[in-house]
Structure formats: C-alpha cells, structure tokens
C-alpha cells in the first residue's frame, strides 16, 4: 500500500482526495497496489466532511511521517507551498502538485532538489487540467526537435469570452460564474490579466525546449481591455476572441507572448469553447499535433494530479528533460509582420480614415451602425515594435479622438 498526503483542501485538494477516495479501485489496479490518504494539511477545520479523520494543521505531522511517500501539494500562491514541496523533496518524498506560480517561479530548483534525492516532482496538473500534455512531451515526442507550442491556456478567460460572446453577458458576471464553478485562481487577476497562461506557456516552453524559460521575461496581456464592442466587431469579421500563449523556437532562444487574438471561425482554436483548452505542438519529425480538453475544474484538475500520483508510485525518479542549469532568453516577440484590429474613435470621420490610411497599410475599414462615434479597421504587415510605434502616433494624429483598442490577429 503506498500512503500520500494532501496539502491544502481547497478546490483541488477536495478534489483529489474525491478522486482517489471515490476512484479507488481503478487507481489502486493502475498504481499496482492500494493508494491511501493518511493525513490531509489545512488550517481550517471542515466538521461532519469525509476528511475531517485525516485532518492536520501541522506541516510537519506530514514531514515527520516516514509511511508517507508521496506529497500532494495543492494549495495556492507561492508560500507556503514552495517551502513545503521543498522540505518533502528534501525528506525523500515524491511531490505532486497543480500549483504553476511554483513550479514557473522554482520548477528548475524543485526538480534539482527532487533528482538529488532521487525522487519526483511532477506537476501534469499545472497546465491544461484534465489534458495529458506535459506526459506527451515527456514520453510520446521524444523523436523530436520541438519548434512551437501555442495555444488556449486558461479555462477561466476562454469561459468569460465564450459566455461574453455567445450570451452577450458582461464581464464581472461571467467571472463570478467561472468562480463559482472553481475554474478561476483564488485571485482572478492572475487568470484575467494573462499571468496565468503566461506561467502555463513558460512550463511548456521549459519543457518542450529542455531549458528553463523565466516566466517573467515573457511578453504579457489578458482580457481586461476587451469589450462587447471588440465582440461585435469580431462577428461582423467571422472571427473569435481567443487569449492565446505562443512560444517559438529561434536561432538564440525562443520568442513567446501571451495576449488575446482575432482568431477566423474556420480556424480549429476559434471553436474551442467555455472552460476547454487546447495545445499545438509542432516538432520537426511529428509536425503538428493538438491535445484538447477541459482546462479547469476541481475534479479535471485531480484527475491529472491522481495520474501523477500514480506515476510517482510507480517510479521513484520520473525522467522530465528539464536542464536546470540553462537558461533559454525570451527574445523580442517575431518581426514576423503581421496583421491586427484597431477601433478608433473620430473627432472628424473622413479626416481620421485619411490618417488610418497615411498610417497604415489598411485592409479594409469595419463601421457598425450600433457604434456612430468609431470605426475599426484591419491593418496589415507590421512587426510589433511597429504597432506599438504607428499606435502611438494614431492617438495624436488628425481626426482621431481615442485609439479605443488593439487587437492582434491570427490568421
Ligand atoms: N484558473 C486556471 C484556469 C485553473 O482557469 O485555467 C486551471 O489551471
């Protein structure tokens, strides 16, 4: 019989000691033998819930205890969650965990720890949910020179752009629905601002380049800024909103972004709805393969933190092509010139569409009559150092009032 902990019995944690309490007998034919939860680690007390008889509020009931072998580690933020999975690692106990602030901020020294003492750190969970990716990369890919990874990274921002388009249902309303179901980060910012996807694509790019890639280096936009006008401008054009995390292998490290995208409808992300994900991955050898699934969600998300649980059981020192002691330079996103949306509102009409087209190499203007005071437009062939550059210069040019938003598109 192998004996897990669980630290923290929040969303996740309840959902995997569901998982593993629930799904016994299929985890315990796939582990090999019985999995059970000795302790469970919380502050709060939970009277009359299956989990009271293994409640601590002692770390170290954990720690102490040479019957445990493997750590599950679900609470969130950084501390004291990167302590704890470190201290375990430390005790020679596997760790499993679906937190991404950790593992992007101290994957590399978590995974250093866990191989000097010749255990695992494993984290499926933290990208994707449900969607085995991290297990592909790991052991089906392994032929390959990776070159790409992009795609739909956060359940909670696809969830709002998906109710916003399809229910015209406003912003807040749609969050506080995405919480309520338990797909959103106990602080939604890090989901609506981007900086969750933004950890997720630099998991990936680590993995998939074998390098660590710094999170923090990684250019980043969420979905704060659109609004149901962006939408209906994006109907009009037969497109989608979609946050997307893009990561590229280049000649001197790779080129990665997170921010929302005009997407066309026959494109296969525009179709990837509410709280599910989806991944590109393109190898030299393999070209492009797609996983999809639900990104969010208690029992999604234990699912694959219960899978890695297995994994641990099985194999004490589970190999992650990982270097820790490289580092892999985010450089400046593609000069790849490329095509985006911009809405301006106009103090003069035809005196703001001479300026678009002095400015721009326009592709066509966009009017909504529900919108008199703006138009959109779709310009093409510029680098992002430019459309930062020709943005700045449209707020001041003739004829313009506001530069109301700027949204990339991919065709
Ligand atoms: N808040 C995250 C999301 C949870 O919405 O994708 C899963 O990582």
């Not at 991290?134 to 990274?153: K, N, Q």
């Not at 015209?168 to 969750?196: C, M, R, S």
């Not at 678009?356 to 138009?375: H, S």
Request: glycine share 8%.
């Amino acid at each position: 019989m192998a004996n897990i902990a669980i630290l923290g019995y929040g969303t996740v944690g309840s959902g995997v000691f569901a998982v593993v309490t629930n799904n016994q007998d299929v985890v315990a034919r796939k582990a090999g033998q019985a999995v059970n939860i000795k302790k469970v680690l919380d502050l709060r007390d939970f009277p009359g819930d299956p989990v009271e008889p293994y409640l601590t509020h002692r770390f170290e009931d954990i720690l102490e205890d040479e019957g445990i072998d493997v750590v599950v580690e679900v609470m969130s933020g950084i501390n004291p969650a990167y302590s704890f999975s470190k201290r375990a690692l430390e005790a020679g106990k596997s760790v499993v965990t679906s937190n991404k602030a950790v593992v992007a901020q101290h994957g590399d020294e978590l995974i250093d720890t866990a191989r000097a003492h010749g255990v695992s750190y494993l984290f499926e969970a933290s990208v994707g949910g449900a969607i085995p990716i991290i297990r592909p990369l790991m052991t089906s890919l392994t032929a390959d020179h990776i070159t790409e990874v992009w795609g739909i990274l956060n359940g909670t921002t696809n969830y709002i752009l998906t109710e916003m388009a399809e229910k015209g249902a406003a912003f807040a309303d749609v969050l506080k629905e995405a919480q309520k179901l338990g797909y959103a980060e106990a602080d939604p910012t890090a989901d609506v601002e981007g900086h969750d996807a933004c950890r997720k694509i630099a998991i990936l790019s680590s993995l998939a380049y074998g390098k660590t890639v710094d999170f923090q280096q990684i250019p980043t936009e969420g979905i704060t800024k659109i609004t149901a006008e962006d939408i209906a401008y994006g109907k009009e054009m037969g497109c989608a909103i979609k946050l997307l995390g893009t990561s590229k292998k280049t000649a001197h490290g790779i080129s990665a972004m997170v921010a929302p995208y005009f997407l066309p409808l026959s494109h296969p992300l525009a179709s990837v709805n509410g709280v599910f994900n989806a991944i590109f991955v393109k190898g030299d050898m393999s070209g492009e393969t797609m996983y999809y699934g639900s990104g969010a969600g208690k029992l999604t998300t234990a699912s694959a933190v219960t899978a890695d649980i297995i994994d641990a059981i099985h194999q004490k020192s589970v190999f992650l092509d990982w270097d820790t002691s490289a580092q892999l330079q985010v450089e400046a996103k593609d000069e790849v010139p490329a095509k985006a949306f911009v809405r301006v509102a106009f103090s003069h009409k035809d005196t703001a569409k001479k300026t678009c087209n002095d400015l721009f190499a326009v592709v066509k203007f966009v009017e909504l009559d529900a919108f008199g005071d703006e138009f959109g437009l779709v310009v093409d062939a510029l680098t992002e150092a430019q459309l930062a550059e020709k943005a700045a210069l449209l707020a001041q040019a003739p004829g313009i009032d506001q530069v109301r938003n700027i949204i990339r598109m991919e065709e």
